[in-house]
Antibody, heavy 118, light 109 residues
Framework: QVQFVQSGAEVREPGASVKVSCKAS????????LHWVRQAPGQRLEWMGW????????KYSQNFQGRLAIIRDTSASTAYMELSSLTSEDTAVYYC???????????WGQGSLVSVSS | QTVVTQEPSLTVSPGGTVTLTCASA?????????PTWFQQKPGQAPRTLIY???NKHSWTPARFSGSLLGDKAALTLSGVQPEDEAEYSC?????????FGGGTKLTVL
């Protein structure tokens, strides 16, 4: 059974950065694709970006260009999402989700709440 | 960014059948959009039900099915159960990026 365990809730001030982790269970990285998706309170799911775990290639939504970075540490079976220049509009639950390629989405992490407030 | 549209809300009676749709502002939804459907209950992470238009996971109840209906992607629930009350979101692929629909809140009443 594949599981993704995400890091805990974070609180940041406006202008700061946040880094959320997503660790695959069993110390394996059963990707190849790992997406990051967020959901602001009462809002739709929003696709943020994707990393190919095998070669670290990334693709980001235009909505986050310049302030989003997705990286992976294969030795730790962990992917990271770092978002900078935070504003209150970035308050959301952030999820990682696996795609096995060719549109085969399957497992999701449990979500990580990021709150941005002064 | 491309807009993907779903019905905001639908109501169905237990045991009934309901179809949720997913439309693309760019035109007809095709298999090339890799239509994917997720179920989400309050306070929980989304759960993938259908991928690539009509493929189910091992955990997807048989009463859920995906298809292309006219120029939209569709999710049909047949023999709806009370536990199917949830938010359902579709996801479409556009040349390297993905866009979620606004979600449909399904009420079983």
């Amino acid at each position: 059974q594949v599981q993704f365990v995400q890091s805990g809730a974070e609180v940041r001030e406006p202008g700061a950065s946040v880094k959320v982790s997503c660790k695959a269970s069993g110390n394996t990285f059963p990707a190849p694709g790992l997406h990051w998706v967020r959901q602001a309170p009462g809002q739709r799911l929003e696709w943020m970006g994707w990393i190919d775990v095998t070669n670290a290639n990334t693709k980001y939504s235009q909505n986050f260009q310049g302030r989003l970075a997705i990286i992976r540490d294969t030795s730790a079976s962990t992917a990271y999402m770092e978002l900078s220049s935070l504003t209150s509009e970035d308050t959301a639950v952030y999820y990682c989700a696996r795609e096995q390629g060719g549109g085969l989405w399957d497992y999701w992490g449990q979500g990580s709440l990021v709150s941005v407030s002064s | 960014q491309t807009v993907v549209t779903q019905e905001p809300s639908l109501t169905v009676s237990p045991g009934g059948t309901v179809t949720l749709t997913c439309a693309s502002a760019t035109g007809a939804v095709t298999s090339g959009h890799h239509p994917t459907w997720f179920q989400q209950k309050p306070g929980q992470a989304p759960r993938t039900l259908i991928y690539n238009t009509n493929n189910k996971h091992s955990w997807t109840p048989a009463r859920f099915s995906g298809s292309l209906l006219g120029d939209k992607a569709a999710l049909t629930l047949s023999g709806v159960q009370p536990e199917d009350e949830a938010e359902y979101s579709c996801l479409l692929y556009y040349s390297g990026t993905w866009v979620f629909g606004g979600g449909t809140k399904l009420t079983v009443l």
